[in-house]
Nanobody, 124 residues
Framework: QVQLVESGGGLVQAGGSLRLSCAAS????????MAWFRQAPGKEREFVAT????????TYADSVKGRFTISRDNVKTTVYLQMNSLKPEDTAVYYC?????????????????WGQGTQVTVSS
């Protein structure tokens, strides 16, 4: 089993920044794909970004490209999401997810492990 624990959410004004963290423990995979998704009230869970644990290659949703950066620390087994130039439409619960192999996907159904989520609220 893999345990994922997110932290770093909060309330920020539009234009501000936040950094989310996702600490992975338990059975970790050297070839895993890690991802961030988000879900706003009344909406479906939405892809934000992925990163390959081994290669560090990344993908982003068009809505966050150029503003968000996903990264990982292999020693700390932690994945980060640096969010800059935040907008009110970024308000959502942000979830960390993991898949035990390399995948190229934006579908939340692909991922096997999920954190509990952390709330991000951007005020206008």
């Amino acid at each position: 089993q893999v345990q994922l624990v997110e932290s770093g959410g909060g309330l920020v004004q539009a234009g501000g920044s936040l950094r989310l963290s996702c600490a992975a423990s338990g059975r970790t995979f050297s070839s895993a794909t890690m991802a961030w998704f988000r879900q706003a009230p009344g909406k479906e869970r939405e892809f934000v970004a992925t990163i390959s644990w081994r290669s560090g290659s990344t993908t982003y949703a068009d809505s966050v490209k150029g503003r968000f950066t996903i990264s990982r620390d292999n020693v700390k087994t932690t994945v980060y999401l640096q969010m800059n130039s935040l907008k009110p439409e970024d308000t959502a619960v942000y979830y960390c997810a993991a898949k035990g192999r390399v995948v190229v996907t934006t579908s939340p159904d692909t991922f096997d492990y999920w954190g509990q989520g952390t709330q991000v609220t951007v005020s206008s």
